[in-house]
């Protein structure tokens, strides 16, 4: 037997296939770009201890916030 969807059904099938993809993704990048204090935190306790002028490869500046405000002297 085929089932052939057609008008409100199809709306819902789709709806429901566009909504779970929704839910799977909002976690994993809709939530960390919304809340980015909670993933500031984690990097903070985990790197804490670790000297990265030492561990930079190449003698490279270490990155920086391009958009990040100077002080004003």
Same mark, same amino acid.
């Given at each position: ?42 990097? %903070? %306790? ?6 990265? %002028? ?17 002080? %004003?002297?």
């Amino acid at each position: 037997m085929v089932l052939i969807l057609k008008g409100w059904r199809y709306v819902a099938f789709i709806g429901g296939i566009v909504g779970s993809i929704g839910l799977a993704i909002y976690p994993i990048i809709i939530s960390p770009m919304l809340n980015p204090a909670d993933y500031k935190k984690i990097q %903070e %306790e985990t790197r804490k201890g670790i000297d990265r %002028e030492t561990i930079q490869p190449g003698n490279m500046k270490i990155w920086t916030d391009p958009f990040e405000r100077k002080a %004003e002297k």
